[in-house]
């Protein structure tokens, strides 16, 4: 019985102490998603190969 009791009590302390992070964490509003930043509008776009071998070469003498 006091085993069951001491359980009881760690987890409902546990809950306690989580609970009010959850809850405020919800209250956050999203971030507005701006379309103004070049890293939202353009999408990745790999080096041509030229520039490639021009590195690779540097790296390899």
């Excluded at 302390?13 to 209250?27: E, K, N």
């Excluded at 507005?32 to 776009?45: F, L």
Aim: no cysteine; proline share 10%; aromatic share 6%.
């Amino acid at each position: 019985m006091v085993r069951t009791t001491k359980a009881l009590l760690i987890g409902a302390t546990a809950l306690g102490l989580a609970l009010p992070g959850l809850v405020r964490a919800q209250d956050k509003p999203a971030p507005a998603a701006t379309a103004d930043t070049d890293e939202q509008t353009k999408p990745y776009v790999p080096p041509s190969v030229r520039k490639s071998v021009e590195v690779g070469n540097y790296y390899f003498r």
